[in-house]
Structure formats: structure tokens, C-alpha cells
């Protein structure tokens, strides 16, 4: 069942011309039901059949005039999706973004060539604003590519950094203007953005109050991501590349999925310990490592090529490769089992003191007289190769008659074995022979041959 709220954000433009005429007061009370986006559409719709006095008028009384932050994350996705650069135009003007607006993220917008941005243009006030239309924790790399166009876009952010008092401190990128022809532009905008940041003053860290650089790279020109230094994509604070927390990491990371970069006070970070990636907690599943006392972080992609981890197979923990190899391993079906499974449920599993194979009592059993027993003569625990090498050895011969009952059946399968090949070679050599016979009578014919032709050349002389 369709929900009145979710009806009226997606049929407001059907409606709202045969709600224009109703007093302001009334239309309040309707869009104080309403959730602050679904408010805002509305404001936008009913904007569209007013002229501009009465319009303002009832913007104010509708939405409000608490406008700082607009994140299109806050609708449903699949209506996000559907916005034109029109409905975006209409929002940014039903809230005057151009005086009010300090952070603008166009989450899920990927349907938008840029016009809409229009009602920013020479704005003064906006902070921030966040093209990559992908919602936080993930990556900006979309397919199919979006049509924003940097051709469109580009003229409004330079008349926003052109203006004398510029606010604006981030600009989150969409990674698809670095991919299309739109590059030369692309980096000739980022060139005069830098200028406008070094020149907006003196930059301190946030952390150790040190003043960066004048003419600090902001935004680094030759990287194919290009995204924006010293500066924190949450909370804006600037910091330098060399300040680090208590624990000695880096204030300041650059997450490699969703390609941003926070502060440690806005957003925590873990490293593999198998590939050696940095990401956002939120971006990528981790699993500890189980291993005791080691703090290791896996994530999900090393989990799962299992290159850089092992699973114990009965409590379904994993342990890194790094600090923690489980020695419990069968060497047959490759299955491992941690320490605590191994005293918890006795899992002692037969080893080799040989050759060091160690299997599970399930594969050990189906190997029948190859598998690792343990002899009741001298106490050794072999698999049956390694016994009958053992029993091979004229010392082992006379030591131990228990080995010789163990090895009994696979030296008696060796001895086919190996008369088996002794038939197969005598065979052979019957075949050569006959092959080597066929070759001397086939000599003797030439021989006559020849023979016979010298018979017949000496009598025509």
C-alpha cells in the first residue's frame, strides 16, 4: 500500500494546481504531515502556479527558513533517481540556495545534465557542494555514466569562486570528468580553484594550529580521482599531512572505495592486513581476526580469495595469515581447526612425524591402509608411504616388527604394483624384439635387392 506522504511527493506537480489557491494557513497545517523533503518538493510544485511575491511568501511559511544543508540522500533513492535538472532548479529556488545555502550533495541525482545548479550561481554562502551523486560508503564509479556535463556545470562554480568572499571549501567531483574529453577544461578549473583557496587567506590545522602552506596543492591536478587535500569532506576542518592521533595514524585518510577523505574525528578507518587498503569503517565489511590477542582487520574482498586468511571449518572464525597460521590442517581436504576447537572437541588429528602431512579424521579414514597410524611397537605415527620407506631400511628391519604389520598391505600392494610394471615391461621388450626382428628381415630383403641389381649391371657390361 502506497503511503499518503510518498503519493503526494510524487504526484505534487499533478496537484498542486488545484491546491494553489488555497490560503496559506491551510496548505502549513497540510505540509506540517509532511517530512522536511516532501515539505520542500511540495513548496516547489505549488511555487510553479504562483507569482513571485506570493510564491515567497508561501516558501517561507511551507519550508521554513533552516535551509544550511540539502542532501538528496534524505528522499527515497528511486525518486532521486527520476529528478530532472527542472525539479532540481525549483528547489534550490523555493529556497533561495543562493543566500541560504551552505552544503549541497546531489545523492542519487544521476539523471541531471548540471543546468539545475543555476539558482547557485555567484552565491557567496555555499560551502560546499558534492557532485560525485553517490551516497556516502560508496564508490563514485558509476555505470552507465551519468550525463552531468562539465561543459554546464563549470561556469556556475566559476562564478561562485569568482566572487569577492567566497565561502565555498570542498567540492566532491563526479569521477566521470575525468574520464570523457572534457579534461583539458576539467583541470583548467581546478587550476583557478586552488588559486582561489590560496588566496582566501591564512590556513591553519586543526590539530596542531600550524599554518599550511601558501600555495599547497588542493586539489592535485595529475591524479585521475581529483580530490581535494587537507581537508575533511564531513566537517570541512583542514589538517596537514603530518598530524597524527594518539595512536599515531594519520588525522587525515583517503579511503579508497567511496574515495573521500575524513578526519579521524568524523569517520574511522581500518587497513587490511592482507591487501593493505585503508577504507571507511561503513564502506567495506571487516572481520576481525580471532587470533589471540591480534588485533588484524580482514576485509570482506581478502576473506574472500582466502589468500590472506583461513577459516577454522567448526566455529567459522577467521585468523590472518600475518600472526596467526592455524597449525591444525588437513592436508587432504585442506580444511583448518583453531586451537580452541582442537581442546574444546579433542580434534587430534593424525600427523605425520615423517613427512609432517596432518589430516581430519574424516579424510584419514577414507584413505584405508595409506592412512596415518600410529604404530603400537615403537610409537611412531607415519602414513603409509612414509612407513613403508621406514620399513624399507634394513636398522627399521630389525627393530620393529609392528611398522612390518602396518606396512604389510602396502608392500604387498607395492609388490603387484611392481609386477604389474615387470609384466608390462616384459611385454614391451616381447614387442621390441618382434619390431627389431621385422627390421632385420626387411635388412636381409634390401641386401638381395641390392644384390640382384648388381647381378643385372655387370651383365649388360
Known amino acids: 500500500m502506497i503511503s499518503k506522504r510518498r503519493r503526494l511527493l510524487s504526484d505534487a506537480s499533478l496537484d498542486a494546481g488545484c491546491l494553489s489557491g488555497l490560503p496559506n494557513g491551510i496548505l502549513t497545517h497540510v505540509a506540517n504531515y509532511l517530512d522536511a523533503p516532501s515539505r520542500l518538493f511540495f513548496a516547489a510544485a505549488l511555487a510553479t502556479h504562483q507569482n513571485t511575491t506570493a510564491s515567497d511568501e508561501r516558501n517561507t511559511a511551507i519550508v521554513g527558513n533552516e535551509w544550511s544543508t540539502l542532501d538528496f540522500g534524505d528522499i527515497e533513492e528511486h525518486l532521486a533517481i527520476k529528478l530532472s535538472d527542472g525539479d532540481i532548479s525549483a528547489v534550490l529556488t523555493c529556497i533561495d540556495a543562493v543566500n541560504r545555502l551552505k552544503t549541497l550533495k546531489l545523492t542519487n541525482c544521476i539523471n541531471i545534465i548540471g543546468v539545475g545548479l543555476e539558482p547557485l550561481r555567484g552565491s557567496t554562502i555555499i560551502e560546499q557542494i558534492d557532485l560525485s551523486l553517490v551516497e556516502k560508503y560508496q564508490s563514485p564509479w558509476l555505470s552507465p555514466k551519468p550525463p552531468i556535463s562539465c561543459e554546464l556545470v563549470l561556469p556556475i562554480l566559476d562564478s561562485i569562486i569568482e566572487r569577492e568572499g567566497c565561502s565555498l571549501r570542498h567540492v566532491q567531483f563526479p569521477s566521470v570528468w575525468s574520464e570523457r574529453g572534457e579534461r583539458v577544461q576539467f583541470e583548467q578549473f581546478i587550476g583557478r580553484y586552488n588559486e582561489m583557496i590560496s588566496r582566501g587567506g591564512i590556513i591553519n590545522c586543526a590539530k596542531c594550529n600550524t599554518r599550511l602552506p601558501e600555495y599547497v596543492s588542493w586539489i592535485d591536478n595529475s591524479g585521475i580521482?581529483?580530490?581535494?587535500?587537507?581537508?575533511?569532506?564531513?566537517?570541512?576542518?583542514?589538517?596537514?599531512?603530518?598530524?597524527?592521533?594518539?595512536?599515531?595514524?594519520?588525522?587525515?585518510?583517503?579511503?579508497?572505495?567511496?574515495?573521500?577523505?575524513?578526519?579521524?574525528?568524523?569517520?574511522?578507518?581500518?587497513?587490511?592486513?592482507?591487501?593493505?587498503?585503508?577504507?571507511?569503517?561503513?564502506?567495506?565489511?571487516?572481520?576481525?581476526?580471532?587470533?589471540?590477542?591480534?588485533?588484524?582487520?580482514?576485509?570482506?574482498?581478502?576473506?574472500?580469495?582466502?589468500?590472506?586468511?583461513?577459516?577454522?571449518?567448526?566455529?567459522?572464525?577467521?585468523?590472518?595469515?600475518?600472526?596467526?597460521?592455524?597449525?591444525?590442517?588437513?592436508?587432504?581436504?585442506?580444511?583448518?581447526?583453531?586451537?580452541?576447537?582442537?581442546?574444546?572437541?579433542?580434534?587430534?588429528?593424525?600427523?605425520?612425524?615423517?613427512?609432517?602431512?596432518?589430516?581430519?579424521?574424516?579424510?584419514?579414514?577414507?584413505?584405508?591402509?595409506?592412512?596415518?597410524?600410529?604404530?603400537?611397537?615403537?610409537?611412531?605415527?607415519?602414513?603409509?608411504?612414509?612407513?613403508?620407506?621406514?620399513?624399507?631400511?634394513?636398522?627399521?628391519?630389525?627393530?620393529?616388527?609392528?611398522?612390518?604389520?602396518?606396512?604389510?598391505?602396502?608392500?604387498?600392494?607395492?609388490?603387484?604394483?611392481?609386477?604389474?610394471?615387470?609384466?608390462?615391461?616384459?611385454?614391451?621388450?616381447?614387442?621390441?624384439?618382434?619390431?627389431?626382428?621385422?627390421?632385420?628381415?626387411?635388412?636381409?630383403?634390401?641386401k638381395e635387392q641390392l644384390r640382384w641389381a648388381q647381378v643385372k649391371e655387370q651383365s649388360r657390361k
Request: with cysteine; glycine share 8%.
Open 225 to 446: 580521482d581529483r580530490i581535494q587535500n587537507y581537508t575533511c569532506y564531513e566537517c570541512l576542518k583542514y589538517y596537514c599531512e603530518f598530524c597524527t592521533d594518539d595512536n599515531d595514524r594519520c588525522m587525515l585518510r583517503y579511503c579508497s572505495l567511496c574515495e573521500r577523505k575524513l578526519c579521524l574525528g568524523c569517520q574511522n578507518y581500518e587497513e587490511c592486513i592482507g591487501c593493505g587498503i585503508y577504507t571507511c569503517v561503513g564502506c567495506t565489511d571487516f572481520t576481525d581476526c580471532s587470533g589471540s590477542g591480534c588485533d588484524a582487520d580482514i576485509c570482506e574482498d581478502c576473506i574472500a580469495s582466502g589468500e590472506y586468511s583461513e577459516k577454522c571449518w567448526k566455529c567459522e572464525r577467521y585468523f590472518c595469515h600475518e600472526n596467526c597460521v592455524l597449525s591444525n590442517r588437513c592436508d587432504s581436504c585442506k580444511k583448518n581447526c583453531c586451537d580452541d576447537c582442537e581442546e574444546e572437541y579433542e580434534y587430534d588429528w593424525p600427523y605425520c612425524t615423517d613427512c609432517g602431512d596432518r589430516f581430519c579424521d574424516d579424510c584419514n579414514e577414507k584413505k584405508g591402509t595409506d592412512a596415518i597410524q600410529i604404530c603400537d611397537g615403537c610409537d611412531t605415527s607415519c602414513c603409509g608411504d612414509c612407513r613403508v620407506s621406514i620399513c624399507k631400511e634394513e636398522e627399521s628391519n630389525e627393530k620393529c616388527g609392528g611398522c612390518f604389520q602396518l606396512a604389510g598391505p602396502l608392500l604387498l600392494k607395492e609388490n603387484k604394483k611392481v609386477q604389474k610394471e615387470n609384466t608390462e615391461v616384459k611385454a614391451e621388450n616381447k614387442t621390441l624384439k618382434d619390431q627389431i626382428g621385422g627390421l632385420k628381415d626387411y635388412n636381409n630383403f634390401l
